[in-house]
């Protein structure tokens, strides 16, 4: 073989050997959307209730602040992620006189109550988690097949 040959094989050999480690790198799995309805209780008394919308990967933040206001009534960081049909959620709760923080795991559809105060209802979270495309999802909203083409079914 002559000696341009062998660099040949050689620049075709590391050029396979590339290829396959690209091939093995695993791919970010696709962003789930999902749905989270909270429940937010100070000493027992109901201080918000939000609905959102948010991703796996991607951290949801709410905040409800009155105009004019420098303090927020709360602000809500969620951060969600998945693994296999699990959804691992930081959960970070502020207001004005307390905060609290929770890590959590959840099934879709699965309802939680989670106590982030120092005593038991001091601060209080009940959070649902479900999927945005999915038949519980669609019935919780009162969607339908023909609302999608312009029925009866409520608006979002």
Same mark, same amino acid.
């Given at each position: 073989?002559?000696?341009? @040959?062998?660099?040949?094989?050689?620049?075709? $050999?590391?050029?396979?050997?590339?290829? %396959?480690? /690209?091939?093995?790198?695993?791919?970010?799995?696709?962003?789930?959307?999902?749905?989270?309805?909270?429940?937010?209780?100070?000493?027992?008394?109901?201080?918000?209730?939000?609905?959102?919308?948010?991703?796996?990967?991607? @951290?949801?933040?709410?905040?409800?602040?009155?105009? $004019?206001?420098?303090?927020?009534?709360?602000?809500?960081?969620?951060?969600? @992620? %998945?693994? $296999?049909?699990?959804?691992?959620?930081?959960?970070?709760?502020?207001?004005?006189? /307390?905060?609290?923080?929770?890590?959590?795991?959840?099934?879709?559809?699965?309802?939680?109550?989670?106590?982030?105060?120092?005593? #038991?209802?001091?601060?209080?979270?009940?959070?649902?988690?479900?999927?945005?495309?999915?038949?519980?999802?669609?019935?919780?909203?009162?969607?339908?097949?023909?609302?999608?083409?312009?029925?009866?079914?409520? #608006? /979002?």
């Amino acid at each position: 073989m002559t000696r341009s @040959t062998l660099i040949k094989k050689a620049w075709l $050999g590391l050029a396979l050997v590339g290829l %396959a480690c /690209i091939g093995a790198v695993p791919t970010q799995a696709e962003a789930e959307p999902l749905y989270f309805a909270l429940e937010v209780r100070r000493e027992g008394r109901l201080v918000a209730q939000p609905k959102l919308l948010g991703e796996t990967g991607r @951290t949801v933040r709410a905040e409800r602040r009155k105009p $004019g206001a420098s303090q927020p009534d709360y602000r809500l960081v969620l951060t969600p @992620t %998945a693994e $296999g049909e699990t959804f691992h959620l930081e959960l970070d709760l502020m207001l004005p006189e /307390i905060k609290g923080h929770s890590e959590l795991a959840l099934l879709h559809g699965q309802q939680r109550r989670v106590q982030l105060g120092r005593y #038991p209802g001091d601060l209080e979270v009940s959070l649902l988690l479900m999927k945005v495309d999915s038949p519980e999802f669609r019935a919780l909203m009162d969607l339908s097949e023909d609302a999608a083409v312009g029925g009866s079914g409520r #608006p /979002i």
